[in-house]
């Protein structure tokens, strides 16, 4: 599946590139759909950036992959609760009123993230909001040895309508106009 951050190195490398980047204008615009104190599950809490914002507002359950990160978030932040958790399987018997990535479930194929869609609507309570970002685009390609899969609105859309009312659809800037795209959909 190309890169994983398992080590220390691979760990440090990936929080340096990260620097300057959170996902801060994304967690506004989720305060418009979810209250304060809800039970929130970050997939691929990465260096934790995001999740000390989420955890500003939101009960957070951080998650990740990579044994790296998570030795590196229990440490950097021994009060949060962080568990190891697969995007695509999502295999635990919690329940969340929210479930949030930021530039994350875009590492799976199509039929992985159908099955993560689908595990997203089996854990969160009724009426529960997903807040994902995605990279804007088509097809897909091995970046600096991870694998993205580049989605467009009506695609995204299509997939978690099953599942999903949409509640949101944002465009915004990472690195060029438009490159990135915020997707809010609340469980049918």
Known sequence: MGR???TKKSVQEYIKMAEGHDGSQLITRLKDFLPAGSHVLEIGSGPGKDWKLLQEDYQVT???NSKGFLRHLRKTYPEGVF???DAASLKTNDQFDCIYSNKVLHHLGDD?????IRRQYELLH???IVCHSFWYGQDSEYYNDMFV??????GIRELFGEYFDHKLFH????????DSFLYIGQRK
Do not use: M, R, T, V
């Not at 992985?112 to 993560?116: G, Q, R």
């Open 83 to 85: 568990i190891e958790l």
């Open 171 to 178: 465009y915004y800037e990472e690195f060029e106009k438009a």
């Open 4 to 6: 994983q951050y398992h």
């Open 126 to 128: 009724p009426g529960g």
């Open 62 to 64: 951080g998650s990740d």
């Open 149 to 154: 899969n580049y989605h467009s609105d009506e």
């Open 112 to 116: 992985a993230l159908i099955h993560s």
